[in-house]
C-alpha cells in the first residue's frame, strides 16, 4: 500500500489500552468504565477515537478488561463513525502493554499505542513523522511537566561542604505522556499474556540498545484522566475555545 511519510495513511496498528479499573476515579467508576467518563458532553475514549479518525486511521483496536461490555455496547464494530473497531479481551489484567501479546497476528509490524486516559489532541503526524525519519525502534511522545521541591535542595561536594543552597527549586521535566510508536522488534521484548507497563517496555528497549526517540508535545492540550483532579482539569478546560491541530 502506498503511504506519504508526511501525510499517512501510515503502516500502524493502532491500539487503545482500556483494560484497566480506574481505581482513582472511584466511585465514578463503580458502574462505568473509566474511558465512558464524559468530557465536554463525550465519553473520553470517543475524543481519542474521533482524533485518529481525523488523523486518518480507520482500523482501531481497543483492549477490554473490566467492564468491558460496556465499551463493546457503546463503540460497537465502530461502523456508525466510519471506522472499524477490533476488541482485544483481558482475562486478567494487563497492564498498559501486556494485552498486546493476546493477539497472535498484526498487520502491520509498527505499533501506535495509546492510554485510555489520554485526552489530547496532540499532533498525530508529527509523531508518526518523527518516528520514521528518525528511524527509530521506538518513539514516545512527551509533555513538560514542572515539579517543586517543598524543601531546600543542596549539593555537597566530596569534601563534604556544601557547594549550593537553593530554597524550593522548581524543575521543568518531560514526561512520558503515555502515547507510543513503535516496531516489531520492541513488541517482541514483551513477556507473553502477563501484565506488563509502558515504563517497562521503554526500558527494555533501552536495555536492548534500541533507539528510543522522544518526540515533544508542544501545542494543543494533553491531560492524564487518571483522577479527579485532572478529570475536572479537562472539564474546566473544555469548556473554553480550545483550537484544535
Known sequence: ???????????VNVVIMAGG???????????????????????????????????????????????????????????????????????IVMGSMGALTLKQRWQHEHFLVINGDVYSNFDIRNLCFEYFTKNAAMAI?????????????VEIGPDGHITLFEEKPEYELMVNAGVYIFNQKVH?????????EGWHLIQAALHAGLQVAGV????????????????????EMSQIDIPQQ
Open 216 to 235: 515533544p508535545h508542544t501545542k494543543g492540550y494533553w491531560i492524564d484522566i487518571g483522577s479527579m483532579e485532572t478529570l475536572r482539569k479537562a472539564q
Open 141 to 153: 511522545l512527551t509533555v513538560p511537566n514542572s515539579m517543586k521541591v517543598p524543601y531546600g535542595v
Open 21 to 91: 479499573k480506574g481505581t482513582r476515579l472511584k466511585p465514578l467508576t463503580d458502574n462505568t468504565h473509566k474511558s465512558l467518563i464524559p468530557v465536554a458532553g463525550k465519553p473520553i475514549v470517543r475524543h481519542m477515537i474521533d482524533h485518529l479518525a481525523a488523523s486518518g486511521f480507520r482500523e482501531i483496536h481497543i483492549s477490554v478488561g473490566h467492564l468491558a461490555e460496556q465499551v463493546m455496547d457503546y463503540l460497537g464494530d465502530g461502523k456508525e463513525l466510519g471506522i472499524s473497531i477490533r476488541y482485544i479481551k483481558e482475562r
Open 1 to 11: 500500500m502506498y503511504w506519504n511519510i508526511e501525510a499517512g495513511p501510515w503502516p
Open 188 to 196: 517482541n521484548l514483551m513477556p507473553k499474556s502477563i501484565a506488563f
